[in-house]
């Protein structure tokens, strides 16, 4: 049974960094494109960054470049969100989100607060 747990969320002050974790079983991770999407109150869910298979490649919205880093170890089937200059803004529950084909697999998601 495929499973995806976060971690790593929290209450932090604008300027602050968090990083985020995912944790997956049950599938084999290699195979999948992995994604951080976030949802805040009364907004639709976004994508925030993904990353190919490999980690060769990566991918941002454009308001979190250069403050966001997604990354993946293969060994330990964990991907990452780093969270630098954190903003208001980025307040949401964040969702990890790994895809295959026809699979979709969605964690139960962690929430971040950015307040001072």
């Known amino acids: 049974q495929a499973q995806l747990v976060e971690s790593g969320g929290g209450l932090v002050q604008p300027g602050g960094s968090l990083r985020l974790s995912c944790a997956a079983s049950g599938f084999t991770f290699t195979k999948y494109l992995l994604n951080w999407y976030r949802q805040a109150p009364g907004k639709e869910r976004e994508l925030v960054a993904g990353v190919t298979n490999t980690g060769a490649s990566t991918n941002y919205r454009d308001s979190v470049k250069d403050r966001f880093t997604i990354s993946r170890d293969n060994a330990k089937n964990t991907v990452y969100l780093q969270m630098n200059d954190l903003k208001r803004e980025d307040t949401a529950v964040y969702y990890c989100?790994?895809?295959?084909?026809?699979?979709?697999?969605w964690g139960q998601g962690t929430q971040v607060t950015v307040s001072s």
């Open positions: 989100n790994a895809r295959f084909f026809n699979n979709n697999y």
